[in-house]
């Protein structure tokens, strides 16, 4: 059973900041590919939400953080098809960059389409080990933390979890229209004043890295904006 | 009491230990049994002497149930295992009848408790048959398979299937290990106890006393393998390795460490092979541990300079764990769970031929400070994702999920 849920985190936008936590587990689909053509049958039927845990789920769950090709379709096209060409163009898909997880799997079978032209041999290839499609649940929970103002959230901050920015920066990306984070999202609330801060929390790149690297530069962000704005 | 909980939080860190308090608020109060086939020995037993009380801790109300069985039941369940793992073994009727038998007379004597439980971990094959003689059971039934089953002898497997189609939930450590079944498969990889023998913190002498135990040089480099002296595990293939970084590195010494007496016949074969092999070299050591020696394994994993894991085939390979939480780097095959631990120059090597082990070697023992980088980088590699607190993290997960419906987002207020 599938049920995708696209709204703001309760509690957001007004009042105080509710903290929250989550944590991810992996479920098997039963659907794999060991061919080129068998991936891209896959992904035309698989649920979007294996495809948001195939670009973001390598965050909260047991994977490298400094993978050379970041999501799972670049990796299983550089690992165990061996395609380079391939590998490289799905590793530079942005998914921030797309409107929905729909427009995110329209680009992903683009570049396979496309690769399927180029090479007659890829459509026959054997992958050393084939692709398994896993979608994940979340489960979300509240840490009971709340903060009143955006210098209270700052002085939070430090010891919030690393699934819990996954919650507010990453999973915020599906619930929320614009595909925002849930800071900014707050922030908003407060009349514009807060409008520097949301466009430099927006300007982060979460995609490479860990979410202790992403916490770490959410941090010296906040810290940096109210030091700017106390002097 | 939170004694458990605060020695691992020691470990792990605070964060991870009140996410797992938080996690189990909800579950407070609920009845979790899990039921597996000994109370000691074997991995999944090792992992629930400590799940159980951290669960018990958490407030949660589990217990574990102990399977009673015969021999005919023990040696038709060695077979299911072997057969899960691709071997072709043909089980006799007279064997599975013991097997419905032992789970029917185990019923007997677990029904009210099972019946009576929210949450039931069924471990492995031996009491897969349970479930069909709780008729009036009232909570939800997870088969938890422990067992590299990507392969299956299709017959043995065919006749588990009847009994595991009925859960509510399997778990597998691995996508590539689940099955077609018509319930949610969840993957949850297994972990290592940080605080067991085996993986604990050791005082340096202990460390240094196996060097003179076991008559190697603490001055050479010192290469390890773990593991049972198995053609899967290419005992050969890491002394062929050795062999060809000898020319390059003469001072190196190898140590091959597994299992003593045993009843495996392929065993014998394979052991007597590689102490052919090994016969005219001094610096090669063939160690035959008991199975209890904990403790001087995880000296030897701390005094090695490299470990090697050369698999040929590998369910999950907890030895890679294992020496990867001692901060080592890892020269492993590149096979199963061995590809989820060992990223290229981050956590090790992963490799398919001795000469590829050769090169690695070459590298690190070339490379020091490479070494205690990448043996850095595993050991936070595995407190982040391999430890026991995020074993349970997921199980604690997987039953909110269960319990809140099978939706892909639980909102818990």
Known sequence: MTETTVQPSPGMGHGDFVIKDCALIAIATGSRAMTLKELRDGLRTIDEASIFYHFWGGLLQPRFEEREYNNDFAAWAWYHLHDATLAERMAVIDPIGFASLEAL??????????????????????????????????????THKRAASPEELVRLFPDISASSIFYHFIDARRRLSHHGNDFSFWLAGFDGRYQELCNRLNGIDPYFGSLTDLKSELNDLFQEYFREVVI | MTNLLDAYAGVAGQDVINHLRQLARPLQGMKVVHVNSTKMGGGVAEILHKLVPLMQELEINTSWEVMDGNDDFFQCTKNMHNALQGNHVRISEKLLRAYEQVNRENAERLRAGLEDADFVFIHDPQPANLLQNCPKRRGKWIWRCHIDASHPYRPVWKYLQQFVSGYDASIFSLAGFAKSLPHPQYIIPPSIDPLSEKNMDLPGDEIDAVYGEFQLDPQRPLLLQVSRFDRFKDPLGVIQAFRIVKKFVPDQ?????????????????????????????????????????????????????IILQKSIKEGFGLTVTEAMWKGKP?????????????????????????????????????????????????????????????????????ILSLHYGAKDRIELS
């Not at chain 2, 590809?339 to 690695?360: H, Y």
């Not at chain 2, 980088?373 to 391999?386: L, Q, S, T």
């Open chain 1, 105 to 142: 799997r329209g680009e992903l079978l683009d570049i396979i389409e496309e690769r399927l032209d180029e090479e007659e041999y890829l459509p026959w290839l054997q992958a050393t080990s084939p692709f398994e499609f896993i979608r994940s649940q979340i489960v979300v929970f509240d």
């Open chain 2, 253 to 305: 010494q190898l140590v091959l460490a597994g299992g003593g007496a045993t009843d495996d016949p392929e065993g014998e074969i394979v052991l007597r092979e590689v102490r052919e092999a090994a016969a005219e070299d001094q610096d090669i050591h063939i160690l035959l541990l008991p199975a209890d020696a904990h403790r001087k394994i995880n000296a030897l994993q701390r005094a090695a300079d």
């Open chain 2, 330 to 398: 890892v020269i492993g095959g590149d096979t199963g769970g061995i590809r989820l631990q060992v990223t290229n120059f981050n956590t090790g090597f992963r490799v398919s031929t001795p000469e590829g082990a050769a090169l690695r070697i070459r590298y690190l023992l070339r490379h020091p400070q490479k070494m205690i980088e990448i043996g850095g980088k595993a050991r936070e590699f595995v407190r982040d994702n391999f430890l026991l607190t995020r074993h349970l993290r997921e199980y604690l997960t997987l």
